[in-house]
């Protein structure tokens, strides 16, 4: 069965950086888009950045320019690099999967969820 485990999470100062990484294991298709979602106390779910499998990259507008989403295909590892963190970028955050396929818009489609990884910037 499909797996995701995220880690990296932990707690950083303001302006300071943190890396997260996402293995995900028994994915059934030949090609993926990958994401990252977050979702702070009280708030909704919201994508971070996506990955294509054509390594095509997409991002929210709040964190433009700060992350930046990378895969390693032969690792099936997903990532993300956070720079120049902000108090409003703590949040649980999770990798997503889903298939291939259209889809609406940007952030729907993902079925397959990691367990989630603490970010907390003070």
């Known amino acids: 069965h499909v797996q995701l485990v995220e880690s990296g999470g932990g707690s950083v100062l303001v302006g300071g950086s943190l890396s997260l990484s996402c293995v995900v294991s028994?994915?059934?298709?030949?090609?993926?888009?990958l994401g990252w979602f977050r979702q702070a106390p009280g708030k909704e779910r919201e994508g971070v950045a996506a990955?294509?499998?054509?390594?095509?990259?997409s991002y929210a507008d709040s964190v433009k320019g700060r992350f930046a989403i990378s895969k390693d295909s032969a690792k099936n590892t997903l990532y993300l690099q956070m720079n120049s963190l902000k108090p409003e970028d703590t949040a649980m955050y999770y990798c997503a999967a889903r298939p291939p396929g259209t889809y609406p818009h940007l952030w729907s489609g993902y079925d397959h969820w990691g367990q989630g990884t603490q970010v907390t910037v003070s």
């Open positions: 028994g994915w059934p298709y030949t090609a993926a888009c």
């Open positions: 990955i294509d499998s054509d390594g095509s990259t």
